[in-house]
């Protein structure tokens, strides 16, 4: 598990004018992770676009060749990289990324595994992320290499051909473990929501993480108050009276209610009842969107602005968050360890971290 973290990432290895080894990457998670692997011994030395080399406790290099490299996005919410260890000539493919996908791509024993432990993690407030592993023999390989040069080469449908030569490679993974990273508030944010609130503002957050996680971060951002409780709508049907049905009782129960819906949950509810839900999310005292995904981010902000006819304000502070800066009246770009992609996109922009004070 700790090798999958030191070799499994996009992360750059860099020595500061100090002398001490620094990390470069798009996520703060994935440094997070290399540096816990650090932190056992496991040290990412060096990294380039064809080889990694790290270093295990007993001082021994370890070179490994990238044969191919499947980047994160926010839409396959993944990430798989495959390497020949040049030590031992093994090839190795590793893969990470959320729960619900990885769960999927696992041998069939490690489902309930994957699932309680991510829960698990998720209650005390942490951001999950799953990672494993599949050793391929030189057969395979040479087999799967050549069927995904003909799908880079194809002329019709490249990316569907490419993507299903992918996912061949995806089956049967081994699960190595479950981690879960601490996702630190800023000082003061509690106090802040609870002002803006008091005001009369509405405030809803949109996030990528699973629903036991934003309801940690809900709670200790100020989002929801103790004299408030949640309402939850997830893994609904495409049953519109079903639907209906919730979201009426959610209606209900609007004056202390923080509604909380996962994301294949909004795509049904947006298909089924889309004005209905909107009205209801509009009364309660605040929205929880979980595995939001960019697109639905952007959807949330357009049509909560065209159907309640309110003015919205939306902060982010990563390159997920720019679809619905840009939609919102007011586009406010946190900059911090997520990068400078939120902030160049908004109307105003936010220094918080002192990275770059």
């Known amino acids: 598990m700790i090798t999958g973290f030191a070799l499994c990432h996009n992360v750059t290895p860099i020595i500061t004018e100090s002398g001490e080894r620094d990390y470069q990457a798009s996520s703060p998670d994935e440094i997070a992770l290399v540096k816990f692997a650090e932190s056992l011994g496991v040290i990412l030395k060096e990294r380039d676009t064809d080889s990694v080399v ?143 609130k008091t005001a009369g503002i509405r405030v809803w957050m949109l996030t990528g993480d699973k629903v036991e996680t934003a309801k940690c971060i809900a709670i200790s951002s100020g989002i929801k108050s103790k004299s408030e409780q949640f309402y939850v709508i997830s893994d609904v049907d495409d049953n519109k009276e079903i639907i209906d049905y919730k979201l009426k009782e959610a209606e209900r129960l609007a004056e202390r209610c923080i509604l909380v819906i996962d994301g294949g949950s909004l795509d049904l509810t947006l298909k089924n009842s889309e004005k209905l839900f909107f009205e209801v999310a509009a009364k309660t005292q605040g929205l929880v969107c979980c595995r939001c995904s960019p697109t639905q981010k952007t959807l949330i902000v357009a049509k909560m602005k065209a159907l309640t006819k309110s003015r919205c304000a939306a902060i982010g502070d990563g390159g997920n968050d720019v679809g619905m800066i840009q939609e919102a009246d007011c586009g406010i770009g946190i900059v911090g360890k997520e990068g400078m992609q939120a902030s160049l996109a908004s109307d105003f922009s936010v220094l918080f971290s002192s990275k770059y004070r």
């Open 54 to 196: 790290i270093e295990y406790p007993d001082k021994t290099e370890h070179k490994f060749k990238i044969l191919a490299n499947f980047p994160f996005s926010s839409k396959t919410k993944r990430m798989g990289i495959l390497m020949r260890h040049l030590n031992t000539g093994i090839i190795i493919f590793y893969l990470k990324g959320a729960e619900v996908k990885i769960q999927k791509k696992a041998l069939p024993e490690y489902a309930p595994i994957i699932k309680e432990s991510a829960e698990e993690l998720a209650m005390d407030g942490l951001r999950t992320l799953v990672i494993g592993q599949k050793v391929l023999n030189e057969e395979y390989y040479q087999n799967w290499e050549q069927r995904y040069k003909e799908a880079q080469m194809a002329m019709d449908n490249r990316e569907k051909k490419m993507r299903a030569v992918v996912r061949d490679l995806e089956k049967n993974i081994y699960l190595l473990g479950i981690s879960g990273v601490e996702d630190k508030l800023q000082d003061d944010v509690a106090g802040t929501v609870d002002n803006l």
